[in-house]
């Protein structure tokens, strides 16, 4: 069989980039009658969030099929080309259709002095969806309380923050944490890397490899071993813990599943004279591990 020459190969790549182009286009219109049938199609019906309602209806974004869509590619990725690319392609495609859908916002903490969060939102929401800065987190979330912007991207809370944002989400009629990112991995980040939840007005949903975060107010100080030992008892897995005194005491705690405000488990950690109260302010897909989004190149594949 004869080689084909430079000018052949090209004219592939034209007719495989032109496939590429018609399948998106019929993606789409898949898409479109899918959001049709949910009653979301078009932008005119478009509703406001009333308060009381724990989710925005005019938020078209749902962070739990997308992790499940692409840790089922992620599976069946058997090239060295990086999945991680891959992943914000399919982002980009992602947040073209959902804008399509309805029109939202993303309000970012960034500052003269942090970038890299900003970095990290506009790759997991896209270049497409409208970005706001703000240089405080108070009023990154004050924008998504007061219905000004859909999602705030946050730093994840650590033991060294100033400022403990993540209280307000413990009171009523408050949003919650629905994504943390990066999911598949990242690209370059301006400044230091540090991974950040979104927090919307949105329900989260199970994925079938989740992480819930839960807020826990104790009237004294109780060490990592307490807390520890009381949700074990409860067979609930503290995976990390942030703790802050504010009218008594605030415990932030990421917890190894997917809960739900009616489950069980939850009665057993209001111990009396030790736990006041446990409100569950979010959950999230469990991120994709580098072996997932970085592949080694195998013996056989091309380079």
């Known amino acids: 069989m004869a080689k084909k020459t430079l000018d052949e190969l090209r004219q592939e790549i034209d007719a495989i980039d ?4 018609d399948l998106i286009l019929e993606r789409w219109n898949v898409v479109r009658h899918v959001a049709e049938a949910k009653g979301v199609g078009s932008k005119a019906r478009r509703k406001n969030r009333k308060a009381g309602e724990t989710s925005d209806p005019s938020l078209p974004i749902r962070p739990s099929r997308e992790a ?12 060295p080309f990086p999945f991680a690319a891959l992943a914000r392609m399919w982002g980009e495609m992602i947040a073209a259709f959902t804008m399509l859908q309805a029109d939202y916002s993303i309000a970012c903490f960034a500052n003269a002095e942090e970038h890299g969060l ?3 939102a506009r790759d997991q929401f896209g270049s497409q969806v409208p970005m706001n800065p703000f240089p405080t987190k108070r009023e990154v979330l004050a924008q998504v309380f007061e219905g000004k912007n859909n999602v705030a991207v946050l730093p994840k809370p650590t033991e060294q923050d100033e400022d403990a944002w993540w209280t307000s989400l413990a009171a ?5 944490v629905i994504m943390r990112i990066p999911f598949a991995g990242s690209g370059t980040v301006r400044g230091r890397a540090a991974d950040g939840l979104a927090v919307a007005y949105l329900e989260p949903e199970p994925t079938g490899s989740d992480r819930s975060l839960v807020i826990i107010e104790t009237a004294e100080q109780m060490s990592r071993a307490a807390l520890s030992a009381i949700l074990q ?5 503290p995976l990390s813990m942030v703790s802050i005194e504010q009218d008594g005491w605030h415990h932030l705690i990421e917890i190894g599943d997917f809960l739900k405000s009616d489950d069980a488990r939850l009665e057993m950690v209001e111990v009396r004279d030790a736990v006041k109260r ?10 994709l591990g580098s072996d997932a989004t970085r592949r080694t190149p195998q013996e056989g594949d091309t380079p």
């Open 278 to 287: 446990v409100v569950i302010v979010g959950a999230y897909a469990d991120i």
């Open 18 to 21: 032109d496939r590429i182009q």
């Open 172 to 176: 009523a009629d408050s949003p919650k």
């Open 233 to 237: 008892r409860a067979k609930l897995s």
């Open 68 to 79: 499940q869509m692409l840790r089922r590619l992620a599976a069946r990725h058997t090239s």
């Open 118 to 120: 900003w970095d990290l």
